[in-house]
């Protein structure tokens, strides 16, 4: 397996994590499936039976709760005003920015391609249609999609 995983990682029972994959300081709950090419950062949460499509980066302050869907190439974002060097000119450390949290509630399903900013919550159940730029909160169990996303449909209760 050509999977890098350092000793920091707290992996629950019947992980199964596919080729290619960088894991650090994060956590991965029970059951769940982790695609090829994804790298999830340190003070990532991952809940249980969750499926991790391939080429996906979940970065720092992303907190995904329990049987979340996350499809291919899915991109969070952290930082709000990112920028490679300080005032001064020197390259940027963690002391220079600060993360802001994302959180995917039990049951969303995020569609391929979609991009995720931060500081934004997707609310249980809810369905964010493939290649959508997520800029705000979804409710429960909607679905958007779009750039921006938008609201498209409104209970799913028979889905």
């Known amino acids: 397996m050509e ?7 707290e992996m629950g029972k019947n992980v199964k994590i596919f080729n290619f994959v960088n894991l650090y300081g994060c ?3 029970d059951n769940s499936k982790i695609g090829s090419f994804v790298e999830i950062q340190k003070n990532a ?6 499926k991790i499509s391939s080429h996906t980066f979940i970065c720092e302050g ?6 979340v869907f996350i499809g291919h190439n899915v991109t969070f974002i952290n930082d709000k005003y990112p920028r490679s060097t300080s005032k001064s000119g020197r390259l940027q450390t963690e002391t220079d920015w600060d993360v802001v949290e994302t959180f995917i509630k039990k049951g969303a399903s995020v569609g391929s391609s979609s991009t995720i900013l931060c500081g934004v919550t997707i609310g249980e159940d809810a369905i964010i249609g ?5 800029t705000k909160d979804v409710a429960p169990g ?4 779009g750039v921006p996303a938008r609201l498209f ?5 028979d889905k």
């Open 130 to 134: 493939a290649g959508a730029v997520v």
């Open 27 to 29: 956590s991965i709950g």
């Open 45 to 50: 949460t991952i809940g249980k039976n969750c």
């Open 3 to 9: 999977t890098q995983l350092i000793s920091n990682v």
């Open 142 to 145: 909607t679905i958007v999609a």
């Open 153 to 157: 449909k409104t209970d799913l209760a």
């Open 62 to 67: 992303v907190h995904i709760e329990d049987n």
